[in-house]
């Protein structure tokens, strides 16, 4: 063990009692948190009377800065921001759980640091985010009356601000040359993946990753402009929310809203055709190689073939992907 000795001090021992030296000692270890292995530091006091190893209360756990990393590798929710985000809301550990059907000390153990599974902090995401909020407040036959009243009409006011923004950023869009026909190109792959059904918002992020990176592949641009983000569950394109809400605004698609187990699923579906002048012909061409090898599998097939991509594997999370990775994608014309 390589141990270092920080300090020495002379002090009671609170495990035999005696008053002697006691030394202040670091050493690194290595933890394994779900199958990931992780490098900490662990500090703890040694009692030269009794030779007992003991920790107090106020020095940093090694297995909580272990769960730090895990959470941080794969951007789960901490601790204290699960907490911020219920305090801030006026409810109740009882109220959490009532809401995503779990338990209220399942909602406990997560505030007071044990490491929620991804299913359990996608839920908690999506009760963070507004639209998702209001949709489980509305659903929530348990919920005590006085805070369902009193976080739906505070998601109103939050939505109204939401609609605000979205008007605005519809009207910059439609009045910048160049990215209005981007902006047009990027509602035509929308609109074309979800012209015959409705499409989970999941799945439609990874058909337009694959539309842009296969169109980079091939011919060393994109089809509609827009970066992508390496998430834990696949590439998405930036400010993706704020890009369907825009086009619900202009009324090209319909999103409805539905509490999936423990979390809210969105669903778009085109309410427009789409203007085959908006495309290209090797546009066109890549959009529909997308929708024929991967238009019929489920969600959850498209993310996991996303996640064996070079663009999701060597980017790390939370990082725009880069374009040169399109060289390594696994579809082809």
Not at 31 to 43: A, D, I, P, S, Y
Not at 97 to 122: F, I, M
Not at 246 to 254: A, N, P, V, Y
Request: aromatic share 10%; hydrophobic share 40%; with cysteine.
């Amino acid at each position: 063990m390589n141990q270092k000795i920080e300090q020495t001090l002379e002090a009671p021992c609170p495990m035999c009692g005696e008053r002697g030296q006691l030394e202040f000692a670091s050493s690194p270890e290595t933890l394994k948190v779900k199958g990931e292995t992780f490098n900490v530091t662990r500090k703890r006091f040694i009692c030269h009377n009794c030779e007992e190893i003991f920790s107090t209360p106020d020095l940093p756990d090694h297995l909580d800065e272990a769960y730090r990393m895990y959470r941080q590798k794969f951007n789960l929710l901490f601790p204290e921001a699960i907490l911020q985000w219920r305090e801030s809301k006026g409810m109740r550990q009882a109220d959490v759980a009532c809401l995503l059907g779990w338990s209220p000390a399942t909602v406990s153990r997560y505030e007071n640091g044990a490491l929620q599974d991804p299913a359990h902090d996608k839920a908690l995401r999506m009760a963070m985010q507004p639209s998702g909020l209001k949709a489980l407040v509305e659903n929530a036959a348990g919920l005590r009356p006085d805070l369902r009243e009193a976080i739906l009409k505070e998601e109103d006011v939050l939505a109204g601000g939401v609609e605000k923004l979205v008007e605005v950023v519809s009207h910059r869009v439609l009045h910048d040359s160049f990215a209005g026909t981007r902006w047009k190109k990027l509602c035509a792959a929308v609109l074309f993946f979800t012209r015959e059904s409705s499409v989970s918002r999941t799945k439609l992020n990874k058909l337009l990753f694959y539309t842009d990176f296969l169109h980079f592949k091939m011919h060393s641009v994109s089809v509609t402009g827009v970066n992508y983000y390496r998430l834990q569950y696949g590439p998405v394109p930036e400010r993706y929310e704020l890009l369907f809400a825009t086009m619900r605004e202009q009324g090209l698609i319909d999103i409805q809203t539905e509490l999936n187990g423990e979390y809210v699923a969105y669903w778009h579906r085109a309410t427009k055709s789409v203007d085959v002048a908006d495309l290209s012909d090797t546009e066109w061409q890549v959009v529909a190689k997308v929708q024929a090898d991967l238009g019929k599998l489920s969600a959850a097939d498209v993310s996991e073939l996303s996640h064996k991509e070079l663009a999701w594997t060597a980017t790390p999370s939370g990082q725009l992907i880069p374009w040169g990775t399109a060289r390594e994608l696994s579809l082809s014309l």
